[in-house]
């Protein structure tokens, strides 16, 4: 497996090649936590906002992906409902990632980073 052109993961056959949009991982990284119980969004840095506001690049919401060495690596920015333990949501939340990766890629070395930004309370 390498990392090709346009973030594409790629894997070389005999009788060709495999190659795995970024997106693809970002999309199905996405279903995941959203299944997560505990999980109230996605989140974003104030930068993301920012460039998003004065018209740059649409950058996706909470999920950044990339491959190094034969690794699939995430980072997830989450906020985490009011009343749940934050810790036991993020594991979740790794263990979800981790798991839909390595099922929907091949991938079994999949590194996965939560960072919760923080808590959302029901109106």
């Known amino acids: 497996m390498i990392m090709g052109d346009n973030n594409y993961i790629s894997y070389q056959e005999e009788n060709g090649s495999i190659n795995i949009s970024e997106e693809v991982i970002l999309t199905i990284v996405r279903a995941a936590v ?3 119980e505990g999980v109230a969004s996605l989140s974003t840095t104030a930068g993301t906002e920012l460039a998003e506001l004065i018209g740059l690049k649409s950058i ?5 992906a990339r491959f190094d060495n034969n690794k699939v ?10 009343g749940n333990n934050v810790v036991s ?3 979740a939340v790794q263990d979800s990632v981790r798991s839909v990766i390595q099922a929907t890629t091949g991938f079994e ?15």
Request: glycine share 6%; no cysteine; proline share 3%.
């Open 109 to 123: 070395d999949a590194e996965v980073n939560v960072h919760v930004s923080g808590i959302s309370f029901d109106r």
């Open 73 to 82: 690596i995430t980072d997830v920015i989450i906020n985490v409902s009011y």
């Open 60 to 64: 996706p919401k909470g999920v950044t």
């Open 34 to 36: 959203a299944e997560v």
């Open 89 to 91: 949501v993020a594991k």
